[in-house]
C-alpha cells in the first residue's frame, strides 16, 4: 500500500491564529482509499524549511500532499518551495493565466498583477484547474512518488480532494484497497483497566486496536487494511 504525508503551511497556522481542519479531511480521505498516513507537519511561510520538509517527506511517502501558500501575495511560498525542493525553476502557464481571468471575470472583477503569480508552477509539473476559486493546485512526479499542493481555503481544497486529487491517485495507486476503521465507547472503567483486558490485540499488525480516553469514556479503535470491504469487515 502506498504511503502518505500532509504538509500544512501557513505562519499563522503555528501562531494559533488558524485551526487545521483540513489534515482532518485529507487523512479522512486517504483512510478511504487505503493509503497510509505516517506523518503530518505545520511548516511557516519560509520556502527554504517548506523545501527541507518536503525533501524529507519524499525519503519516507510515496504521496506528499500540501495546502496552503497558493495565494497572489509575497508570503505565498509553496510553488517557490516546490520547485526549490525538486531542484527546477517555476514557469509561466498562460492557461492557468487565462483560467484565473475568467474566475475574476466571473465575480465581476480585473485580477491584480500579483495575481499573475498564481499562474506560476514548478518546471514539469501537471496544473490542476481551480473551478471554486483563483489558486490552481498542482503535482510534480517523480518516479513513483509525487507532490500535491492544493490550496489552504477548506472550501477549495474539498472540492478539488473530490473531483481530482483523489482520481488520480486511485488511477497513479490502484491497489491501494482501504481501510477500516470502527470505535467502540466504553464506559465505567479506566484506561488502565481496558489495556489490561484488551492489551493482547493492541500487539496485532492487522487489524491495530488502539486506546482513546476521554472524560467518563474510553475509546476502542480497531482498524483494518484489506483489498476489499468485506475483507476489511471479516
Known amino acids: 500500500m502506498p504511503s502518505a504525508e500532509i504538509i500544512t503551511i501557513g505562519t499563522e497556522i503555528l501562531l494559533g491564529e488558524l485551526v487545521d481542519t483540513n489534515t482532518a479531511y485529507i487523512a479522512r480521505c486517504l483512510r478511504n482509499m487505503g ?6 507537519a505545520s511548516i511557516g511561510d519560509n520556502a527554504q524549511r517548506i523545501a527541507a520538509a518536503i525533501g524529507s517527506a519524499l525519503e519516507r511517502a510515496n504521496i506528499v500532499i500540501t495546502t496552503g501558500g497558493l495565494g497572489p501575495t509575497i508570503d505565498d511560498p509553496t510553488r517557490e518551495a516546490v ?3 525538486f531542484k527546477v525553476e517555476t514557469e509561466f502557464q498562460p492557461e492557468l ?16 498583477e500579483n495575481n499573475r503569480r498564481q499562474a506560476y508552477i514548478p518546471k514539469g509539473a501537471i496544473a490542476v484547474e481551480n473551478p471554486v476559486g483563483t489558486a490552481p493546485a498542482f503535482i510534480v512526479e517523480a ?4 507532490v500535491i499542493s492544493l490550496p489552504g481555503v477548506p472550501r477549495e481544497m474539498e472540492y478539488l480532494m473530490e473531483h481530482a486529487v ?3 491517485l486511485k488511477k497513479r495507486y490502484p491497489d491501494s484497497g482501504l481501510i477500516k476503521a470502527r470505535v467502540l465507547h466504553t464506559a465505567g472503567a479506566g484506561e488502565s483497566q481496558i489495556d489490561e483486558l484488551i492489551g493482547d490485540l493492541e500487539t ?27 475483507q476489511a469487515d471479516a
Open 143 to 146: 518516479g513513483d512518488r509525487c
Open 83 to 85: 520547485a526549490l525542493a
Open 97 to 112: 493565466w487565462g483560467q484565473i481571468q475568467d474566475r475574476f471575470a466571473r465575480f465581476g472583477r480585473t485580477p491584480s
Open 35 to 40: 493509503i497510509d498516513l505516517f506523518r503530518k
Open 204 to 230: 496485532l499488525s492487522n487489524p491495530t486496536v488502539g486506546l482513546a480516553a476521554h472524560s467518563g469514556q474510553v475509546d476502542v479503535r480497531i482498524t483494518a487494511k484489506a483489498a476489499s470491504e468485506a
Open 166 to 168: 483523489q482520481p488520480y
